[in-house]
């Protein structure tokens, strides 16, 4: 992890250290949760779509609320708003094993478990969302402008991190007695040992006026009050976005009912075989945004244009694959497609608007990277009825945003500098539901 000494900008090491890792619990918690979901569903008997659907209302109450939760950590503070945000993921995830628990020793019909596991998810989706606010404007507050997209980037890498070693762990807390279940209550100690250390070591100390005070950037002229998805300079964007966020998501939705399936295993047998192949889906993003996207200097119109273009061909290997280990190249690669499309479309958005409108360009894409979860039971559903159907749907869309990137006058023109490491990690801190998300 980057050091943050208070040379850079006033952030000493350890708050610093505290705020990735509460970052990094949330991430390793929810895409751990998203390893073992097909494995859950399958023991239980909730049907594959109802399954990817857990996720969703979780992710309408994500995009609602984190507007609400910024505003409130500036009148509260971030410290309290954090604290908020780990209890309710926290709870979320209590909730979530007891209904687990219950639903695999057949307490309830597999329907009401559904039931009963969408609502203990959307806690995390009203409440969880808290932290995600509080902790970017916490670095960003005790960092000075030089510093600040450094500090920016090196938070982010703490959801990629997660993404990484969530699905890796998962596992590993299947344990005798509670089973699939284990996971989520070893998630859930994770957040409480973080709530103690946030409470107990976080300074919040008093920050001046001005820098307590809402944020709201003002623009000038009558555009000022058009929402940013009808604002013409952005809604290429943000369509381009929401259509890699939907097919990424749904993509790791249906991963894990794929091998089950293609393994012929029972879903506890199969849940290792799961983690390894989103790990090295996880580490092939990480490898675009922290590695590729650098060393080449890619520019978020190449970025635009690449993404789509790998992702697809990802997409298709995997709809044609004749066993796991072609499904693990072919999720490596989609990922490898989707590390260079999320920064594309992130850089590029704010290149195309001034200074005093990037708030709202990042409410914007943070919205489109959670409300997209909600389409992953279609795709779900549509593997039930034709295994390589949902994967060839994915690449399909990837094959139109490609021709979409090239005539699309805005995608076109977003190229006016590099994508820095900086800004190419910094997408990862707009994720919602899925990946690290709601």
Request: glycine share 10%; proline share 8%; hydrophobic share 55%.
């Amino acid at each position: 992890m980057p050091s943050t000494a208070p040379a850079e900008g006033g952030l000493s090491r350890r708050p610093f250290v505290i705020i990735f890792c509460v970052s990094l619990a949330t991430a390793l918690g929810n895409t751990g949760l998203i390893s073992v979901l097909p494995a859950i569903g399958r023991s239980i008997g909730i049907p594959d779509p109802m399954v990817a659907a857990i996720f969703s209302l979780s992710a309408v109450l994500w995009a609602v609320s984190s507007p609400w939760w910024a505003r409130a950590s500036d009148r509260y503070g971030r410290k309290p708003l954090m604290m908020v945000g780990l209890s309710g993921f926290m709870i979320s995830m209590i909730m979530c094993g007891l209904v687990v628990s219950a639903g695999l020793r057949q307490m309830a019909p597999p329907l009401m478990i559904f039931a009963f596991f969408l609502l203990a998810r959307a806690l995390f989706g009203l409440f969880g969302a808290a932290s995600n606010p509080a902790t970017q404007a916490y670095v960003a507050e005790r960092t000075s402008p030089e510093n600040r997209t450094q500090a920016m980037a090196s938070l982010a890498g703490a959801f990629g991190l997660g993404t990484v070693i969530g699905p890796f762990l998962a596992p590993l807390f299947i344990y005798p007695v509670l089973g699939l279940a284990g996971p989520l209550f070893t998630f859930a100690l994770i957040a409480a040992a973080m709530l103690f250390v946030v409470w107990r070591y976080l300074p919040e100390t008093p920050l001046p006026e001005e820098a307590r005070r809402p944020r709201r950037p003002v623009v000038a002229g009558a555009p000022k009050a058009r929402p940013m998805w009808r604002d013409p300079r952005i809604t290429p964007f943000l369509l381009y976005g929401f259509v890699v966020a939907s097919c990424q998501t749904a993509q790791a939705q249906t991963l894990g009912f794929l091998i089950i399936d293609k393994l012929a295993m029972s879903p506890a047998q199969a849940q290792y075989f799961i983690a390894i192949a989103m790990m090295f889906g996880a580490v092939a993003g990480l490898l675009a945004q922290w590695g590729i996207i650098r060393m080449f200097e890619m520019t978020p119109r190449q970025l635009l244009r690449w993404g789509v273009a790998v992702a697809a061909l990802g997409n298709l290997i995997v709809a044609l694959a004749p066993d796991y280990y072609v499904v693990v190249a072919g999720y490596a690669i989609s990922s490898l497609g989707f590390g260079f499309a999320r920064p594309g479309f992130t850089a590029g958005s704010s290149i195309a608007v001034g200074m005093d409108e990037q708030a709202r360009v990042a409410g914007a894409i943070a919205a489109v990277n959670g409300i997209n979860v909600v389409l992953a039971p279609l795709f779900v559903w549509l593997y039930e009825h034709f295994g390589p159907a949902p994967f060839l749907l994915n690449a399909s869309l990837m094959a139109g945003l490609l021709v979409y990137a090239f005539r699309n006058a805005q995608l076109r023109n977003a190229d006016p500098e590099p994508a820095t490491r900086e800004a190419a990690t910094a997408a990862t801190l707009e994720k919602s539901d899925e990946g690290g998300g709601p």
